[in-house]
Each structure stands twice: as C-alpha cells, then as structure tokens.
C-alpha cells in the first residue's frame, strides 16, 4: 500500500462545476504538498500545509492532522483547470526534507 | 532568475549506452532532487543532494550515479542504459531546512531502445 493515497485517479468535469480532489497518507508528517502538472509536463507548487486551510484564487487547499487527510478544491473549474494534481508529503525525520508522492489526480475540465 | 534547468529535453539512448543528464540551479538553494516519473505512476525519488560534495540514495538508485561538486550543479549519471530506465526524469531544488516549497526543472524525456 502507497504511504500517499489520491482519489479519484482520473475526474472530468464541467466548466464552472465544484471540483474536490483527495489525498490520504499513512504516516507522520512535517508538511503536504499539492503540486499541478501541465500537460506539457511542467511541474508547479500549488500549496505547501501543515495545518487548516489556505486559498489561492480559485484553488483551496485544507489538512486533517488528526485524520492524515487533505483537500484541494477548485471552484468554478475552467479548462485550463485541466492537469494532473499530485499530493506528496514530507515524513517526519526524513534527511533531506525527501517527498513521497501520490500518483496523482487526472483532470479534465469540458467547456 | 532562471530557475532550474534541466538539458536535454529529449534524448534517445541504444541498450549500453551512457549519458549524463544536466541540472542546474540558480537559487543558490543547498537541496537538490532527481526522481523519475514513469506512465501512471507517482514520481520517485533516484538520488538527492543536502549540498556540496553530499549524496544520498532515493528509493530507486540502481543504474544511476550523481555528483554535487558545486551549490548549482547535479548531474545524473547513467552508465549502462536499459529499457527500464525509459522514464520522464525531473530535477527540483529548494531552500535547507523549515518549511520551503520545492521548485522543478522542466523534465529529461528519456527513451531507452
């Protein structure tokens, strides 16, 4: 079992719909991350959390401790909205503040 | 600034082959990372670097070698190159310590025939 758990794996939707996308770990951990992934393979920070909520434009972004789970959120998706979001974690007492990666989140967003 | 760069974008190796995959970063930051991205599959860690003349394996370092002889610089080394080291390879930096995001090179689309 991955210690990062994305779901849904693949998720299309339509313009201005209400878009959640979840990340469950299995471990400690100092820090989540949300990372988005353009189709043409660049790969862009969208959130780094430790802790409650934070709001980026469209994008939020929240983290459960207690409960080793986290959102992202887009409202009123777009179709430039379309990539692939990926959740990694940084566990703790890890030498070089390494990532563990989820497989990501393919997202489609139709006009 | 330029970020992190990575060079070649593309590049297509023969069974046996060697090369040298290139990345720089001009942040002046002391963590450096390679992973690989193979289809459908989360990123994975090869090599990572803490700073100048300190390696360190990831999960997944066999048939890879790298070096850190300056702040800016990690090359990753393939010696014999196999079909399984077909991948998308990225290289990221970012600042020692605390809570500080990980910035990403473009990516090395590597095809091994």
Known sequence: ?111 | NAGVTQTPKFRILKIGQSMTLQCAQDMNHNYMYWYRQDPGMGLKLIYYSVGAGITDKGEVPNGYNVSRSTTEDFPLRLELAAPSQTSVYFCASREAGGYNEQFFGPGTRLTVL
């Open chain 1, 1 to 111: 079992k991955n210690e990062v758990e994305q779901s849904p794996q693949n998720l299309t939707a339509q313009e201005g719909e209400f878009i959640t996308i979840n990340c469950s770990y299995s471990v400690g951990i100092s820090a989540l991350h949300w990372l988005q992934q353009h189709p043409g393979g660049g790969i862009v920070s969208l959130f780094m959390l430790s802790s409650g909520k934070k709001k980026h434009g469209r994008l939020i972004a929240t983290i459960n401790i207690q409960e080793k789970h986290s959102s992202l959120h887009i409202t009123a998706s777009h179709p430039r909205d379309s990539a692939v979001y990926i959740c990694a974690v940084t566990p703790w007492e890890t030498s070089g503040s390494r990532l563990t990666f989820g497989e990501g989140t393919q997202l489609t967003v139709n006009p």
